[in-house]
């Protein structure tokens, strides 16, 4: 089934309006790839740590998705399977760069997932509930899209700063994204899905909340990273100048 042209420039005009926004009104993120701006370890490292727990949390909601698929659209189904089974692995490529960094596997596991990253898997599971495969394919959709556009910038600003063994995981990573095409897959999947249905208009509705999700999500990376930073340093001055 081929995917005509004007779907896949809908698409991406939607998931653009959404990053556009995103970079408007979500203070600091664009540092990770963007601007001579140094990367914030702390940031850098929290965000790589909620990676690897995001990757393990949707490894239940892709298999969710895969039982619904199998009846919407059994070859669909079976992109979807290849795809969901190289992600079940992608953990390990994050954890291979933070070990750099001085995590533990044990260590990242037990951090808890910000609150935004748990709304965010609820709000998946339960658009598998309502409308079947299509929520968990939009935000897969949306993540490779996202990832073909900035990933390979945010990949070499941190080997840069840090050193090309900080990144051997996540430049692995990018081959893999790149060689097996996921944002492609990814969009076949979705216009199977959508053509199957008769209506584009879920999918929009998906990237435009999951998208808003993720904003909230890059709000509290920075107030647990940059903004505890901030408020030490001014308590710091505070004690300094009342002593």
């Known amino acids: 089934m081929a995917i005509p042209g004007d779907f896949k420039r809908r698409v991406e005009d939607a998931m653009r309006l959404e990053v556009d926004a995103?970079?408007?009104?979500?203070?600091?993120?664009s540092h990770l790839?963007?601007?001579e701006e140094a990367l914030d370890e702390a940031y850098y490292i929290r965000h790589?740590?909620?990676?690897?727990?995001?990757?393990?949390?949707?490894?239940?909601?892709?298999a969710l998705a895969l039982a619904a698929m199998i009846g919407e659209d059994y070859d669909a189904a079976r992109a979807w399977a290849r795809y969901t089974a190289q992600e079940l692995n992608h953990d390990l490529l994050y954890l291979q760069d933070l070990r750099r960094h001085g995590f533990t596997g044990e260590q990242v596991i037990a951090t808890p997932p910000l609150p935004a990253t748990v709304a965010l898997l609820d709000y998946l599971e339960r658009g598998i509930a309502r409308v079947g495969s299509?929520?968990?394919?939009?935000?897969?959709?949306?993540?490779?899209?996202?990832?073909?556009?900035?990933?390979?910038?945010?990949?070499?600003?941190a080997e840069a700063q840090f050193s090309p063994s900080h990144v051997k995981g996540s430049k692995a990573h990018l081959t893999i994204d790149e060689d097996q095409d996921h944002y492609a897959m990814m969009l076949?999947?979705?216009w199977r899905l959508t053509?199957?249905?008769?209506?584009?208009?879920?999918?929009?509705?998906?990237?435009?909340?999951i998208a808003g999700?993720?904003?909230?999500y890059f709000r509290e990376l920075h107030a647990q990273t940059v903004g505890q930073q901030a408020d030490r340093s001014w308590r710091a001055c505070d004690e300094a100048v009342a002593s």
């Open 22 to 29: 995103f970079f408007r009104t979500v203070h600091y993120a």
């Open 48 to 62: 790589r740590v909620e990676t690897v727990r995001r990757i393990r949390m949707t490894s239940r909601t892709d």
């Open 213 to 216: 999700l993720l904003s909230e």
């Open 134 to 157: 299509l929520a968990a394919v939009a935000y897969s959709l949306f993540v490779e899209w996202n990832s073909a556009q900035y990933s390979a910038k945010v990949v070499a600003k």
């Open 188 to 190: 076949d999947v979705a």
């Open 33 to 35: 790839a963007e601007g």
């Open 195 to 209: 053509a199957r249905q008769g209506d584009e208009r879920p999918l929009f509705g998906l990237i435009h909340d």
